[in-house]
DNA sequence: ACTAGCCACTTTTTT
DNA sequence: AGTGGCTAGT
């Protein structure tokens, strides 16, 4: 064959390939054929990384590394060439003969590993696969770390000591594990607190450090202890048939390392390895990938290093700055097109981020459009700032956006509450997510710890959760007594129990343990004679669970009613999972869901979360409220270079979230964990170029501010020193005052905590606040809020509509109205912000 | 074994 | 401010 109609077909062969990935750019492409070797894709915010992710995995299935082949297949043709010119010109399917010479190596899905952070992004990468690939997108081993780590240990954990049936802990758990292990060790947690200690050990084994290895060589006192207790926590857990999270990791990668057969078993399995948010893994996870991918070497790394949030939690940046020296010969694709956000939005977010020094650096870029404005919001107290919001998403929602294009993000969890509590009264819908999980409350964790000892025998922790629960008479003593017994016995502690009378120390407990033990041998009867949720079913009468929230009146009620989600949530993995459910299964997959997980992007409701939670999301409008110093950045960070920079990626994070409009806010003073305080608003708002801010200020907050300028001059002819001496404000009354509206140049010499000082200072602000505080805007003013069936009325979120209907309750009148806008809805009379036209 | 009252805690946390 | 966990008392 000729070596001209080889490289035409070559030629054309790429071509062809490229036009089945038509929508990328150029530089999306190349990240899309490199296919061999090690690859570190640096994704900027909004770069279109998933898309890159899905369009390599189908590249590496349907053509493998055809497009960059420089050799020509056998059996090239004339007629072939011409085929392949025609199938150019005019889309179709090619011939039999065709089609296999337009692959080289093409690669089995089953090959291909994809790892992700959350359940949430290994789902989408899924759908996206299936939908792309039919059955064979299905075969793509997309998951996340923890459940790909489940699932090989599931296989050979007992090589580690460890039952194949092993329990995973989570928190609580591991919590109550660490209470034990102090107990038996007599430590203080004075000296140590609990928590401190499990995140000292789950770093650890975020670094791969053994019991052993830290125990070798401690670094003082504290560090020995520390690893004392860790050597002892392991031991407890190994006893128990337990990981924790970190296990997960660690004991997976223990188990490559210390087993080459098992190795070698993944290697050959996993030829391709992809992992997406590179900038979070740590050190173990790092090992992980590297011992995947250790003999083939294809492995293709995404991530952000301006987006690694997760560093107290053991990620570590230095994976993604020393990703080529780890891989030599890496080659590195930087994705900076953005197609989220406005330029402004993308200029703010590189204003702030540059003020950071560890990065690789990188300015994203967009042909999007200026778009609007920022408005920055400074407002007197937490309720203004809540009120304002309300009243922008108002606005909003009156030129046509949803709902659910809103988000508010923050800091904290604890930021929210201000924010609900006005959203309830004005009647805007909204979903939190975060906070406490589903599965976190107590009677859930309850059943599932019946549950865990019905599939897991060992699990003392969990028998110890749920013996006396209902109540049976086992004290605490006699639950110790076993306990120690087993643990003298090396036997887990149903053994003990189930032979209780041949131990004396157990005495007069014997008949209150021995009727438990029978409950035990009922639910294993249950558990194999029926399905699962008939069985968890059973389980709360046998255990006589239900009896007791009965009987518990109100909140057993609601208790009651959460086991009931429980029960159908049992049902629908059953459904699904068809013959392969099985009771560990669904404790597995109950022990690795997050809440995050649980978002719907459909419902319509505006959506509240930390800026942690939105990290993979976007709104249109976004709100990130509480900039302040000692919110955000959080007090914590304050003295630390490395977690100021780490709270100035959140930053970014955050504001890289919105497509069309970002407001940002801070509030003069905010109740913090009953107290108010009074905090300079955020450094991160001084790093924005003035020219991308429209600044609007309270009138409350101006008020303050006149009374705040008129005793300054007066007491002190000047201005006061900026005691902070972190950082130099840069003054906003450069920001133009043409800007529309209600714009105010605000001084913010002025503002913040400078005046706490002096009690003149003080009461200026007393006197200030009596005389500017309108009451908030959250009830509206008596006089006009005895409405009636079709009275005309205005919303100061949803506008003008009719009343449909009226009904008193205690105190109070709740208002049904047909909105022309927002259809129809239901609010407190006095609450809402409502009135008569 | 149970309960009342006191105290300490409250950054973020994909798993 | 609000909650959850623990101690001391019954």
């Not at 998933?50 to 189908?58: D, F, K, S, Y």
């Not at 070497?297 to 997760?310: E, L, T």
């Not at 294993?524 to 389980?539: G, S, W």
């Not at 005793?711 to 133009?736: F, H």
């Amino acid at each position: 064959m000729s070596q001209s109609l080889d490289n035409k077909f070559l030629e054309l062969r790429r071509n062809y390939i490229a036009s089945q990935f038509g929508k990328l750019n150029d530089v999306q492409k190349q990240a899309v054929f490199y296919t061999q070797g090690p690859l570190l894709i640096l994704a900027g915010a909004g770069s279109g990384k998933t898309t890159v992710l899905v369009n390599r995995i189908a590249n590496l299935i349907r053509f493998g590394n055809a497009y960059q082949t420089e050799k020509a297949p056998f059996g090239v043709s004339q007629e072939l060439v011409d085929e392949l010119e025609l199938l150019l010109r005019e889309k179709g399917t090619p011939s039999p003969e065709l089609a296999p010479l337009l692959a080289e190596r093409p690669v089995w899905p089953y090959h291909i590993l994809a790892i992700t952070f959350t359940n949430k992004a290994a789902g989408e990468l899924k759908n996206r696969l299936s939908s792309m690939l039919g059955e064979a997108g299905q075969d793509v081993h997309a998951s996340t770390f923890h459940s790909a780590c489940v699932r090989i240990l599931r296989r050979d954990a007992e090589r580690l000591g460890y039952p194949k049936s092993f329990t995973i802990y989570d928190t609580d758990d591991q919590q109550r594990a660490m209470k034990e292990v102090y107990k038996s060790l007599n430590v203080d947690d004075k000296f140590i607190p609990i928590k401190a200690a499990m995140s000292n050990i789950g770093r650890l084994k975020d670094k791969m450090i053994s019991p052993k290895q830290a125990l070798a060589a401690p670094a003082d006192t504290r560090a020995g202890l520390i690893a004392k207790i860790y050597d002892a926590y392991q031991k407890r857990l190994l006893h128990a048939g337990a990981m924790d999270f970190d296990d997960l990791i660690y004991q997976t990668v223990r188990l490559l390392q210390e087993c080459e057969d098992v190795r070698e078993f993944y290697q050959s399995r996993y030829q391709y390895v992809l992992v997406d948010e590179y900038q979070d893994t740590s050190v173990a996870q790092f090992q992980l990938v590297y011992l995947l991918a250790g003999a083939h070497r294809n492995v293709c790394v995404v991530g952000d290093d301006d987006q690694s949030i997760y560093r107290f939690r053991g990620a570590t940046i230095e994976n993604i700055l020393n990703f080529e020296e780890h891989f030599q010969g890496a080659k590195v694709i930087r994705l900076e097109q953005n197609y989220r956000s406005t330029s402004t939005i993308l200029d703010a977010a590189n204003c702030v981020i540059q003020n950071n020094q560890a990065r690789k650096g990188k300015t994203l870029w967009t042909d999007n459009g200026q778009g609007d404005k920022i408005l920055y919001y400074e407002a007197d107290s937490e309720m203004e700032e809540s009120a304002h919001v309300a009243t922008v998403i108002g606005q909003n929602l009156r030129k046509g956006a949803k709902l659910r294009d809103h988000a508010i993000l923050y800091r904290m969890n604890a930021q929210s509450g201000p924010i609900e509590t006005y959203f309830a009264r004005a009647g805007i819908p909204y979903k939190i997510v975060g906070g406490q999980r589903f599965y976190d409350r107590k009677e859930i964790k309850d059943i599932i710890a019946y549950m865990a000892v019905v599939a897991n025998r060992q699990d003392d922790l969990r028998l110890r959760r749920i013996i006396n629960e209902p109540a049976r008479k086992i004290g605490a003593t006699t639950v110790q007594n076993a306990a120690d017994i087993a643990s003298g016995l090396g036997i887990p502690m149903l053994d003990v129990i189930e032979h209780c009378g041949e131990y004396p120390a157990l005495g007069r407990a014997v008949g209150a343990l021995q009727k438990f033990y029978g409950i035990y041998e009922q639910l294993i009867k249950v558990y194999e004679t029926l399905p699962l949720d008939a069985f968890v079913t059973e389980l709360l009468d046998i255990t006589g669970y239900r009896a007791m929230l009965e009987l518990a009146g109100e909140e057993g009620q609601t208790r009651l009613e959460n086991i009931g989600q429980l029960v159908s949530s049992v049902k629908t993995y059953a459904d699904q999972r068809g013959p392969e459910a099985s009771l560990e299964g669904f404790l597995e997959e109950v022990a690795l869901i997050s809440d995050i997980d649980s978002y719907d992007d459909q419902a319509d409701v505006v959506v509240l979360m930390t800026m942690h939670a939105a990290k993979g999301l976007e709104f249109d409008y976004v709100f990130i409220v509480g900039l302040e110093e000692g919110i955000f950045p959080s007090e914590m960070s304050r003295y630390s270079n490395e977690d100021l920079e780490e709270e100035r990626r959140l930053c970014y994070v955050g504001i890289t979230r919105a497509r069309k409009e970002l407001y940002l806010s801070s509030a003069n003073s905010r109740m913090m964990f009953g107290q108010t305080k009074r905090n300079k608003h955020s450094r991160f708002l001084d790093e924005i170029d003035p020219d991308l801010l429209t600044v609007e200020q309270s009138p409350v907050a101006r008020q303050m501010q006149m009374v705040r300028q008129r005793y300054q001059s007066d007491a002190r002819g000047g201005y006061p020193s900026n005691n902070s001496g972190v950082y130099l404000n840069r003054e906003y009354n450069r920001v133009p005052a043409n800007s529309t509206g209600v714009n105010i140049t605000i001084k913010p010499r002025q503002t913040g905590t400078r005046l706490t000082s002096g009690i003149q200072a003080g009461s200026a602000i007393q006197a200030g606040s009596v005389a500017a505080r309108p009451q908030q805007q959250v009830p509206s003013r008596d006089g006009d809020k005895n409405f009636r069936v079709g009275d005309l009325v205005e919303h100061k979120v949803f506008g003008r509509g009719v009343v449909q209907k009226i009904t008193p309750v205690a105190g109070d009148t709740i208002v049904e109205i047909r909105f022309e806008k927002a259809g129809v809805k239901k609010t407190m009379a006095n609450y809402a912000p409502l009135k008569k036209v």
